[in-house]
């Protein structure tokens, strides 16, 4: 069940697309990436936030 009243970014882990995570960097290697532990397969990931930055105007 996903809860709507969530940020439409909401990170997911690229490996096993699980949204079960855990932030553990504001700032990654770049600005726009925050790094997220996945608690699902235990990986370290990096999200890219570029969503934010560039709202869909069209
Ligand atoms: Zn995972």
Redesign the pocket.
Known sequence: MVDREERCAEPF?C????KD?TLIAPFGTAQLVRQYY?N??K?V?EFVRWQEEHPDES
């Open positions: 882990c490996f096993c697309e699980s995570v996945c699902a397969c990986s990931f």
